[in-house]
């Protein structure tokens, strides 16, 4: 079955400074990986996804992230962080081989300080 | 906005008792997803439906119930409500069945049992 682990629970970033939040999977098959955000009372908002092709993928507000196959990680990046990203993060994960059920990691709480 | 409506946004019940969550998907999606958000448990799938039919089922008591409608729309009917079912619960939508396909969540709907 799939899985996803986000390693920190919290991240710390000073506004300015770049930011990663951290995703590794596993998945018996090809995987289909995604990142969403959720702001306080919100729903989760689409950021990017891997699908196949380049390894680096942009998305939504100067967000990217990094398939790493050997590693088996997606990890989430920008090159300056904003107050206004401060929300919660998710990484979430798919499996060719089981088709519809998105498997979603636990969250990573960001917290950009000004 | 994502495109996909929840209603009703806040629900305060009593324990015993039954709810039912709407949710309309995106316009032109044929496949909606039900998840739980609680504090301890995180984003739990609960099930899928694609174009009127059950497609995946994840951790959905035998007390939650869901169908998908003609028109695409969607219910989740929660009974016997227990103080734990207390969560926000997602809808989510996406145009169909591939794993490729990008979910899209709704607002959510927040339901306290008391």
């Known amino acids: 079955a799939q899985s996803v682990a986000q390693p920190e629970d919290q991240v710390n970033v000073a506004e300015g400074n770049p930011l990663t939040v951290k995703c590794t999977y596993s998945?018996?098959?090809?995987?289909?990986l995604f990142w969403y955000v959720q702001y306080p009372n919100r729903g989760l908002q689409f950021l990017l996804k891997y699908i196949t092709g380049d390894n680096l993928v942009k998305g939504s507000y100067g967000f990217e992230a990094e398939f790493n196959k050997s590693q088996t990680s997606f990890h989430l990046k920008k090159p300056s962080a904003l107050v206004s990203d401060s929300a919660l993060y998710f990484c979430?994960?798919?499996?060719?081989?089981?088709?519809?059920?998105?498997?979603f990691g636990p969250g990573t709480r960001l917290s950009v300080l000004p | 906005d994502s495109g996909v409506t929840q209603t009703p946004k806040h629900l305060i019940t009593a324990t015993g008792q039954r709810v039912t969550l709407r949710c309309s998907p995106r316009s032109g999606d044929l496949s909606v997803y039900w998840y739980q958000q609680s504090l301890d448990q995180g984003l739990q799938f609960l099930i899928q439906y694609y174009n009127g039919e059950e497609r995946a089922k994840g951790n959905i008591l035998e007390r939650f119930s869901a169908q998908q409608f003609p028109d695409l729309h969607s219910e989740l009917n929660l009974s016997s409500l227990e103080l734990g079912d207390s969560a926000l619960y997602f809808c989510?939508?996406?145009?169909?069945?591939?794993?490729?396909?990008?979910?899209?969540f709704g607002e959510g709907s927040w339901l306290t049992v008391v």
């Open positions: 998945v018996s098959g090809n995987p289909y």
């Open positions: 989510a939508s996406s145009v169909g069945g591939v794993a490729g396909n990008t979910i899209y």
């Open positions: 979430a994960v798919r499996d060719d081989n089981y088709g519809q059920n998105f498997v």
